[in-house]
Nanobody, 125 residues
């Protein structure tokens, strides 16, 4: 079992930066792939980025590639999403998620087993 708590959201101007954190509790964090997703009002939840259990592999949505960076610190049981050059279209609730399966870095939200409650990110123009 893994419990996830996101933090770091807020209001930022376009072009600014935010760093989201996702703190995990539970024994299996170091073997979980971790993902970040976002959901804007009236839209489906969409993939943002994901990282393998050891941090050796990352994947990003095309819309954030080159602007967002995902990383993790297994000793602190925390995964991060560094968001730079933010745009108004990045406004959404951001969720972190954990995948129990080994050796994959999924982009499909249905492949994740545990979810945090989300943190709001608002980018003003």
């Amino acid at each position: 079992q893994v419990q996830l708590v996101e933090s770091g959201g807020g209001l930022v101007q376009a072009g600014g930066s935010l760093r989201l954190s996702c703190a995990a509790s539970g024994r299996s964090f170091s073997t979980n792939a971790m993902g970040w997703f976002r959901q804007a009002p009236g839209k489906e939840r969409e993939f943002v980025g994901a990282i393998s259990w050891d941090g050796g592999s990352t994947r990003y949505a095309d819309s954030v590639k080159g602007r967002f960076t995902i990383s993790r610190d297994n000793a602190k049981m925390t995964v991060y999403l560094q968001m730079d050059s933010l745009k108004p279209e990045d406004t959404a609730v951001y969720f972190c998620a954990a995948d129990r399966a080994l050796f994959r870095v999924p982009m499909n939200p249905r492949e994740y087993d545990y979810w945090g409650q989300g943190t709001q990110v608002t980018v003003s123009s």
